[in-house]
Every structure is written in C-alpha cells, then in structure tokens.
C-alpha cells in the first residue's frame, strides 16, 4: 500500500532555509514520478498548486521557485526532499508530497496519492 509521510515544515524568517522529507512506502522512489504541491492559507484542495514534478527523465519546477529550491531523492532510504532557499512570505503554505502519477506533469489534477502535509511559515 503506497504510503507518504512529509517531514520538515516550521516557521522561519524569509531568507532562510528549510528541508522538508517525504518518506515513502508500498513503491520505489528511485523508479517512480513524485513532486510537491502547496495549499496557500483560506485555499481550496482543488487549488493546490504544483512545486516540482520529477520523473524519470526530467523535472519541472514552477517559475517562482526556481534557482531557490531543488528536488532530490535518496533511494536507499526510499525518500524525497525539497530543498527550499531564500524563502519569501508567499512561500507559506502546507506543502504536500505527491505520488501515483497519472502523468508526470505539475499538475494536482494528475495526482493519485497524497501525503497528510507540512505546514511552511515565512514571516518578513
């Protein structure tokens, strides 16, 4: 049974940094599409918006993330990151791991399983 358990949302000041983890169970990392979306604060589930998709081939990042955060995998410990830099205040939101792809591409409506969420603060 696919399983994702997120890992590493506080609350920081912008600029800072944060790591957040998406342990995963009941399928591969190494050989599987993953991402993270955001839920921004008063939004709906229908309007979660994707971060990072990474597949096989490539990875497609959302352009207002881009050069601050990276997505990486450690495959023996079957587990995703998100590296986030140079956090801005629109940057906050709960941040969810993604999985079960119907098609690799940054989009909530492609998503077949979700992780509970991470909760990401920034303040000015």
């Known amino acids: 049974q696919v399983h994702l358990e997120e890992s590493g949302g506080a609350s920081v000041q912008a600029g800072g940094s944060l790591r957040l983890s998406c342990a995963a169970s009941?399928?591969?990392?190494?050989?599987?599409?993953m991402g993270w979306f955001r839920q921004a604060p008063g939004a709906s589930g229908k309007e979660r918006e994707g971060?990072?998709?990474?597949?096989?081939?490539?990875?497609t990042y959302t352009d207002s993330v881009k050069g601050r955060f990276t997505v990486s995998r450690e495959n023996a410990q079957n587990t995703l990151y998100l590296e986030m830099n140079n956090l801005r205040p629109e940057d906050t939101a709960v941040y969810y791991c993604a999985a079960d792809f119907r098609l690799c591409l940054l989009g909530a409506e492609y998503v077949g399983k979700w992780g509970q969420g991470t909760q990401v603060t920034v303040s000015s």
């Open positions: 009941g399928f591969a990392v190494s050989s599987s599409c």
């Open positions: 971060v990072v998709v990474s597949g096989r081939l490539s990875t």
